[in-house]
């Protein structure tokens, strides 16, 4: 198996409420043959309050990641969190504009988010070979929220408002994708400070339509939504006087799951809605 270097960038989030992101990705990426190559002294990209504070900030702050990669390490960069993936392609389309020559950035590396490199047709042929336990009788749907994709002119997605990327992922670890029309919604973001009351109705519809159409978990690459998708779980069902169990899981705890790797119980704990008694039942543990 050849070995693929890449500069990785985990974001704030990753080593903070979004631990369990951080640690299968790493994992995962691991048995795939990636070496994640952590960006030297990496700095916070702003998300989600430098661009909405000061426009020089929020292209400097993830403008001076990128350079770090492409001077220090030459490597293509793989981010998790879509909201960090948003900035520093923000800051890439910036840079290149030649708006901003105070950075010496010449775009030679790629920017990439972690679903969309894993999801390169290479690295799922190698991550069939390494299922170990298929998730054949997990029913999900794919929840990409706004970030990842859009918008295209600054994510350069394809097919902004139908990703496909996580569902080629999970169906090669066996997992069954239902069809859904509201994988790009939005669940209200960091709206959740000021107005918790239009989240929990974002969240609620989310929750609804994915029962809708028979799913028994979200799947997302994304910590924002995942954060307001499992957190506010409980206050929607007291609120709505509700029951739902429906276990909110990023696309990699999926993979390392399948995968066979060792740690399951460990990032399982940190969700506020806890998935094992669906795991348990299914037999993936």
């Known amino acids: 198996m050849n070995k693929m270097r890449v500069a990785y960038y985990p974001g704030c989030t990753l080593e903070t409420t979004a631990k369990e992101f951080d640690i299968t990705s ?33 292209i400097a702050l993830p403008a001076r990641n990128l350079v770090v990669a492409e001077q220090e390490l030459g490597l293509n960069v793989v981010i998790p969190c879509a909201a960090c993936f948003n900035r520093l392609k923000a800051a890439e389309k910036a840079l ?32 069939k070979k390494k299922v170990v336990t298929p998730l054949k009788e997990l029913k999900a749907v794919a ?62 519809r989310l929750y609804d339509r994915a029962l809708e159409v028979g799913a028994e978990c979200i799947v997302t690459a ?31 705890e999926l993979m390392a799951l399948a995968m066979g790797i060792e740690g399951t119980e460990t990032w399982a704990k940190g969700h506020f809605v806890d998935p094992r008694p669906l795991l348990e039942e299914r037999k993936y543990l």
Not at 38 to 51: K, R
Not at 235 to 251: Q, V
């Open 143 to 204: 929840y990409y929220g706004c970030l990842l994709c859009r918008p295209p002119e600054v994510t350069d997605h394809p097919q902004p408002e139908n990703p496909m990327e996580m569902e080629t992922v999970l169906k090669a670890i066996g997992v069954e994708c239902l069809p859904w029309s509201y994988k790009t919604d939005c669940c209200g973001a960091s709206l959740v400070v000021a107005r918790p009351d239009i989240v929990h109705q974002l969240v609620k």
């Open 26 to 58: 790493r994992s995962v990426c691991a048995q795939l043959g990636i070496e994640l190559v952590e960006i030297p002294d990496w700095n916070c990209c702003g998300a989600s309050s430098a661009h909405e504070t000061n426009d020089y900030l929020a």
């Open 96 to 127: 290149l504009s030649r708006t901003y020559t105070e950075f010496d950035y010449e775009g030679k590396i790629k920017v990439y988010d972690l679903l969309s490199f894993l999801a390169q047709p290479e690295y799922v042929k190698r991550l």
């Open 222 to 252: 994304c910590p924002l939504c995942h954060a307001n998708l499992d957190m506010r779980q409980k206050e929607i069902n007291e609120k709505y006087h509700k029951h739902y169990y429906l276990p909110i899981f990023y696309f990699t």
